[in-house]
């Protein structure tokens, strides 16, 4: 960009700004201003830097117009550049009319430029240009995040593929390409924007062909019901190259909304998969029903039953034996990918391992009454049979619930709830003795949510006070993975056996602090929830539906 004539006449200025702004696709006033910047750094050279001096450059004319600026500031200011100012009582002897903050100008006569002086113009106007360019590159690209454009590989570094897109250029990291995708310079590529980021070497753009949302732009372009928002995508899930599943949702029950998307003879979704190298795609329908939701997720395998822990978001799924390898897919793809799509983890087990588990727990169950209510091994198979699981829900349960078991009556009902609690009094009697014996202070029974048996448990940890259970970390109570030698290692928790939420331990650590006095009671409220736009599982097919 030449700057030599910046000077010269008045002509050559616009003629300047208006070719830099033409081609680096900016404003023409954003070149002027710089120009005007740059003069003005100019004359500050050459009149003293310690002067207000402005230049501006009529758009029209081309005209450029230096003047030195002094500005009335109040008698008790602290000056620190007294060439720049003057106080109002001096320019009140002056000028009757002067009051703060008014500005006097002084036409400065014009000067040559010399080598000096230009070079630093140049680099000024250069630096400010390139500020508006990074900008404007920005502004355009910022509102495009979840869009799919195409471009020509400029260059490969490192696995990472350089993208010119015209006004921009785009960064495809290794990370996310499709593996055993190769690139030359000069290829024509289709990518998904998942980032624009604001930096100061210029405006990144991030671009993706292995984000989920990638897979889900591309039905929109292919699948009319799914650009139209008739279809919608409400999860999508990706082995990029290999596998993926994608969950879908017709709000038109007319519609079969996995049919739309495979097209006639899968001519729609075979254009989806020939762009991703190949990539398998199992299309599934979408259900609110959590379990339904899972069930179809799993597919192509057969599922014979789902057990829900809503808690910690876990689901164990009972396949037939046969199904097992189908379920869990080659190195455990299916499965993944199912968890992925659902938010849920996922355990698989067999019929045969199922049935197992069950008989073993019903013979520990059994062998537990047996021995705790001193009953036969037929009675203890009843109570099995019926539902219950631990002697506190024989103990506590409405007396009627046991007598209405077939050959029960009151008087044997009351007899095993008798028993079943005079067996949890010696069984308290024994654990508070192991508790005393082990040094566990009665202050930490008194912490709300420690039982008995946890505080048994902290007094073989060494958890003796209420400071100690304050003292810990929540990984220290339930159990967490550390780095050793290089080896990430599980270490267990003081209370891991009791399988607490992350939540849960939290919690009764705020609660020894409380009780420890380290914090306020008050500190335990939670905080007034503001309110959020709810994120769905659809943002993928959002900006699809938008495009």
């Known amino acids: 960009m030449a700057l030599t004539g910046i000077s010269a006449n008045r002509l050559e200025l616009l003629q300047i700004a208006d070719a830099v702004a033409r081609e680096k696709n900016i404003e023409k006033e954003v070149v002027i201003a710089a120009i005007e910047e740059a003069m003005q750094k100019?004359?500050?050279?050459?009149?003293?830097?310690?002067?207000?001096?402005?230049?501006?450059?009529?758009?029209?004319?081309?005209?450029?117009?230096?003047?030195?600026?002094?500005?009335?500031?109040?008698?008790?200011?602290?000056?620190?550049?007294?060439?720049?100012?003057?106080?109002?009582?001096?320019?009140?002897?002056?000028?009757?009319?002067?009051?703060?903050?008014?500005?006097?100008?002084?036409?400065?006569?014009?000067?040559?430029?010399?080598?000096?002086?230009?070079?630093?113009?140049?680099?000024?106007?250069?630096?400010?240009?390139?500020?508006?360019?990074?900008?404007?590159?920005?502004?355009?690209f910022k509102d495009r995040a979840g869009d799919i454009i195409n471009g020509t590989v400029k260059r490969v570094e490192y696995g990472n593929v350089i993208v010119d897109l015209g006004r921009g250029e785009g960064v495809m990291r290794r990370d996310q390409s499709i593996p055993r995708e190769i690139f030359n310079i000069g290829d024509r590529i289709r990518a998904y924007i998942y980032d624009v980021r604001r930096e100061t070497k210029g405006p990144q753009i991030m671009l993706s062909r292995a984000h989920p949302g990638f897979m889900a732009k591309l039905f929109a372009q292919e699948v009319p019901e799914v650009y139209d928002g008739v279809i919608e995508i409400r999860a999508v899930a990706r082995d990029p190259g290999s596998r993926a599943k994608m969950a879908v949702l017709s709000n038109d029950g007319s519609i079969d909304p996995v049919g739309a998307c495979v097209g006639m003879r899968g001519s729609r979704v075979q254009a989806v998969v020939a762009e991703l190298q190949g990539e398998k795609i199992d299309i599934i329908q979408w259900s609110p029903d959590e379990a339904t939701f899972i069930v179809n997720a799993l597919a192509p395998a057969e599922v014979s039953k789902v057990v829900l822990d809503e808690e910690d978001e876990r689901v164990e799924v009972v396949v037939p034996d046969e199904q097992l390898s189908l379920a869990i897919g080659r190195r455990g793809q299916n499965v993944r990918l199912a968890s992925q799509l659902t938010g849920w983890q996922i355990d698989i087990i067999t019929e045969a391992q199922d049935s197992e588990r069950r008989q073993r727990e019903f013979s520990e169950r059994t062998a537990l009454f047996q021995e705790a209510l001193d009953v036969d091994e037929v009675i203890a198979q009843l109570l099995v049979t019926e539902g219950f699981a631990t002697v506190e829900d024989i103990a506590y349960v409405e007396e009627h619930e046991v007598a209405s078991i077939e050959g029960f009556d009151e008087e044997t009902a009351q007899e095993l709830q008798t028993r079943a609690r005079e067996y949890l009094e010696r069984e308290a009697a024994e654990l508070d003795a192991k508790r005393k014996a082990s040094g566990v202070e009665d202050a930490v029974l008194e912490v709300e949510g420690v039982t008995l048996p946890m505080a048994v448990a902290l007094g073989e940890a060494g958890v003796k006070t209420v400071e100690d259970l304050a003292d810990l970390a929540t990984d220290e109570v339930r159990g967490g993975y550390e780095t050793r030698d290089g080896e990430r290692v599980r270490v267990p928790g003081v209370l891991e056996s009791f399988q607490l939420s992350v939540e849960d331990a939290e919690m009764l650590i705020l609660r020894a602090r409380v009780a420890a006095g380290w914090i306020d009671a008050s500190d335990l409220e939670p905080p007034a929830a503001e309110e959020e736009d709810a994120e769905t599982l659809g943002d993928y097919a959002e900006a699809a539906q938008d495009a």
Request: no cysteine.
């Open 42 to 140: 100019a004359a500050r050279a050459r009149y003293g830097a310690e002067h207000d001096i402005r230049a501006s450059i009529d758009p029209k004319t081309g005209e450029l117009t230096l003047t030195r600026v002094v500005t009335v500031v109040p008698d008790d200011a602290e000056v620190e550049n007294e060439y720049a100012v003057e106080r109002l009582a001096d320019a009140l002897k002056h000028d009757k009319q002067a009051f703060v903050d008014k500005e006097y100008t002084e036409i400065l006569p014009p000067f040559e430029i010399g080598r000096v002086q230009t070079q630093m113009a140049r680099q000024v106007v250069t630096h400010k240009v390139r500020e508006a360019e990074r900008e404007k590159q920005y502004e355009e």
